[in-house]
């Protein structure tokens, strides 16, 4: 059945699959080795033809070599069965820029720890884990609209005060700073 689900699935991504986009990603350092190109928005439709899934999306999510897989599993990942433990390997796991974005905002802002997640990634030490905890931060603020805690605020404006901050972290903390 999983099997099934996931070739299905996959089916779906070939077809939509953009040849032009995913050379131009794979040209820009994207890591995944099966690269289809897909628009974010086609990822999301094909997701929502599917039943949400534990097994099937963990699966999806260990797939490290195929994009779309990896971008469509915190979407069919069943929110309320994702534990504490478990949305922190998946924070720790991830790949891209563009995988934390998916996950932070399909999943992981849906967890009831998921303040203390953000506050956890944003101490990490691989720039991957940071900006993801930066990023559950936004998903959060923004869902909230609540003013961010002070040592939340504190860490983003040390954050910001490093020499060499990837330019999509600062412009990330500017945003959080400014709402």
């Known amino acids: 059945m999983e099997e099934d689900f996931i070739k299905s699935l996959k089916k ?3 077809a939509r ?7 131009a990603m794979r040209r820009n350092g994207d890591p995944h080795a099966f690269v289809m190109g897909c628009m974010l928005s086609d990822i999301i439709e094909v997701a929502a033809r599917f039943t949400p899934d534990a097994r099937s999306a963990r699966a999806l999510w260990n797939d490290r070599d195929h994009r779309e897989c990896r971008l469509a599993a915190p979407m069919l990942f069943p929110r ?15 790949l891209t820029e563009e995988e934390a974005d998916v996950l932070c905002h399909r999943l992981l802002r849906h967890l009831p720890g998921a303040w203390v997640l953000a506050a956890h990634l944003v101490d990490g030490e691989n720039p991957l884990t940071i900006y993801t ?15 961010l805690p002070p040592a939340i605020q504190a860490k983003a ?18 945003q959080l700073l400014t709402n």
């Open 157 to 174: 404006q040390a954050a910001l005060a490093q020499p060499a901050l990837p330019s999509s972290l600062s412009h990330l903390l500017r």
């Open 17 to 23: 699959r953009n040849g032009i986009l995913a050379d």
């Open 12 to 14: 779906e991504f070939f």
């Open 80 to 94: 309320g069965e994702m534990s504490d433990e478990e949305a922190h390997r998946w924070a720790l796991d991830v």
């Open 133 to 147: 905890g930066w990023r559950l931060v936004a998903n959060l603020q923004a869902v909230s609209r609540a003013v």
